[in-house]
Structures are given as C-alpha cells and as structure tokens.
T-cell receptor
Framework: AQTVTQSQPEMSVQEAETVTLSCTYD???????LFWYKQPPSRQMILVIR??????QNATENRFSVNFQKAAKSFSLKISDSQLGDTAMYFC????????????FGKGTLLTVNP | DTGVSQDPRHKITKRGQNVTFRCDPI?????LYWYRQTLGQGPEFLTY????????KSRLLSDRFSAERPKGSFSTLEIQRTEQGDSAMYLC?????????????????FGAGTRLSVL
C-alpha cells in the first residue's frame, strides 16, 4: 500500500517571498509518479507540478520547483515570489506505475499568502 | 474543451434517500476516476473506469454505492439509502490513454466536485 504524509496543516508566507511545503511518501514500487495539486477555495483541483521517479532532475514549472529526494522518500514543493493567487490547499499525491492508476493523496497543506 | 464537468455542484438530501451524481470527462479521455474528499482530508480513491469497464473499486465503495459509465463517455455515481457519513465532496477526474498535443501524460484532470450534505 502507498501512503503520503504532509506534516504541515497550515502555512503562511508574505507576498513575494519563498515558501517550501513538505511531503513524504512510502511505496515499495520502483516505478511511480509524484504530483503537487492546488485546490483554491471552492474551485477545482489543478496540477501544479509532477515528477517521474526515474528522473533524477528536479522538475520546475515557472515559480514552482520540487526537491525530490528518492532515498529519503521526500518530495517538497518550493514556491518562489509568492503571489496572492497562490493561496490554496496544496495536496501531494503519488501514483504507482503499471495498471493501478489511482492517486494517493496526503491530507493537504493550507497555504495563505499575505499582502 | 471545457474540462471535466460535474453536476450538481451541491446536493442536500435527507438520510435514507438515494442520490445520483453525473460526471462528464474531457472529450476523448478514456479513463475516468471517482474520489471522495471529506473535510480536512485529501481525496480518497473510490473507483476507476477505462472506457466503459470498471476496472477497480476501493473498499470504501460499500454496497450502497454504484458507478456506471455505460457508453464510455459520462459516468454516474449513485448512493442508495444515504447516511450522514456519506456527506463529502465527490470528485471526478479524467485522463487520456495517450497524451494529445499540449497535454501532459499520466495527468488526471479534476472537476469542481459535487458537495453532498446528508441531513
């Protein structure tokens, strides 16, 4: 079975500053994918960034980047130059390869960006 | 392409009643997923379709729950004899088997969800 743990229920950051959200996971599979999804208040969940486990290079998407530590089973999200629109719940999720396509989510971190 | 659409957005029902939710996936996405999200928790997987075939069901999906995708397009999730513990957000997601241009592979695209309140 897969598990995903997000140990920070809430975080806050000042606009334009940098914040890092933590995520650890556990799986016995060698082929898997990791994701960060963002869920703004009363809006649908959208993908922020993803990482394939076989890739050593950390994924980046504009202001968003990850620190993928495979041996430690850690997958943190760094948001640079935080904007008010980044305020949302952030979920870390894991999908193992093969025919099992379901996502296993953590409990989420509520990020508030303050002006 | 309008994204994943879910209807209704909100449903209030009395305990013991049956409810049905609908999900329209992104056009040509052959994979469809249902998740349940309770307050303060991340989404939990319920079931998964590839085309019209239901390939996996979670143990969370009791006998009162049934999902269908009869023509491999839209899907319905029915809850019979609702209980207060069924109150949650029900999320639908879809993904393509093969990524189209401009679309990332292995990505699930989520709808806005149906919020169910059982009184």
């Amino acid at each position: 079975a897969q598990t995903v743990t997000q140990s920070q229920p809430e975080m806050s950051v000042q606009e334009a500053e940098t914040v890092t959200l933590s995520c650890t996971y556990d799986t016995s599979e060698s082929n898997y994918y990791l994701f960060w999804y963002k869920q703004p208040p009363s809006r649908q969940m959208i993908l922020v960034i993803r990482q394939e486990a076989y890739k050593q290079q950390n994924a980046t998407e504009n202001r968003f980047s990850v620190n993928f530590q495979k041996a430690a089973k850690s997958f943190s999200l760094k948001i640079s130059d935080s904007q008010l629109g980044d305020t949302a719940m952030y979920f870390c999720a894991l999908r193992v390869g093969g025919s099992n396509y379901k996502l296993t989510f953590g409990k989420g971190t509520l990020l508030t960006v303050n002006p | 392409d309008t994204g994943v659409s879910q209807d209704p957005r909100h449903k209030i029902t009395k305990r013991g009643q049956n409810v049905t939710f609908r999900c329209d996936p992104i056009s040509e996405h052959n994979r469809l997923y249902w998740y349940r999200q309770t307050l303060g928790q991340g989404p939990e997987f319920l079931t998964y379709f590839q085309n019209e075939a239901q390939l996996e069901k979670s143990r969370l999906l009791s006998d009162r729950f049934s999902a269908e995708r009869p023509k491999g397009s839209f899907s319905t999730l029915e809850i019979q004899r609702t209980e207060q513990g069924d109150s949650a957000m029900y999320l639908c997601a879809s993904s393509p088997q093969l990524a189209r241009q401009g679309e990332a592979k292995n990505i699930q695209y989520f709808g806005a969800g149906t919020r169910l309140s059982v009184l």
